[in-house]
């Protein structure tokens, strides 16, 4: 079965600075989907960063960019500049094209003013 | 409207009770999820609707029970839980099946049962 591991439960980042969340997963195909989502308190989880596991170029929203690297099964997120927004639940989430989709555990980012 | 609606935001019920959940999409998506988050858990896929067929059950105990009359809606009928089922429930849509396809979430809606 896919897993998908975010070893940090909480990261912390002072406003304006950047901060990396890490996300490990495991799986056996060649084609997949790799997401981070936020969850704010206000608890809607909305999409931040999308990457498609055939693209070498790492997707890049604005401030967020990921740092995918697929020998190692490794996806994390860079959050540049943070701000006060920022603040919220991450989760990681893999899914196959057979609609096989997993999360993460979650990461609690805080931002420091 | 837009995006996907979750009433009740909240629920309080005891473990006799019958009571159901709803989700509305207005995107014109085709797959329509539940997931149940539980602190410091990764979520977890309850059952997946696709063109208001039933796609995915995942060994989702029977008092639960999913409903989807029409593509834009789907409820989770809810009887006899248990305390460990307290937790916050996830609507999710997204335009079809396949990986690529993104997932819109619902805010959620947050079940205490007593």
């Known amino acids: 079965a896919q897993t998908v591991t975010q070893s940090q439960p909480e990261m912390s980042v002072q406003e304006a600075e950047t901060v990396t969340l890490s996300c490990t997963y495991d799986t056996s195909e060649s084609d997949y989907y790799l997401f981070w989502y936020k969850q704010p308190p206000s608890r809607q989880m909305i999409l931040v960063i999308r990457q498609e596991a055939y693209k070498q170029q790492n997707a890049t929203e604005n401030r967020f960019s990921v740092n995918f690297q697929k020998a190692a099964k490794s996806f994390s997120l860079k959050i540049s500049d943070s701000q006060l927004g920022d603040a919220a639940m991450y989760f990681c989430a893999y899914r196959s094209d057979n609609n096989d989709m997993r999360f993460g555990a979650g990461t609690r980012l805080t931002v420091k003013p | 409207e837009t995006g996907v609606t979750q009433t009740p935001r909240h629920l309080v019920m005891g473990m006799t009770n019958k009571k159901s ?94």
């Open chain 2, 21 to 114: 959940l709803k989700c509305e999409q207005h995107l014109g998506h085709n797959a329509m999820y539940w997931y149940k988050q539980s602190a410091k858990k990764p979520l977890e896929l309850m059952f997946v609707y696709s063109l208001e067929e039933r796609v995915e059950n995942n060994s989702v105990p029977s008092r639960f029970s999913p409903e989807c009359p029409n593509s834009s809606h789907l409820f989770l009928h809810l009887h006899t839980l248990q305390p460990e089922d307290s937790a916050l429930y996830l609507c999710a849509s997204s335009q079809a099946l396949s990986g690529a396809n993104v997932l819109t979430f619902g805010a959620g809606s947050r079940l205490t049962v007593l």
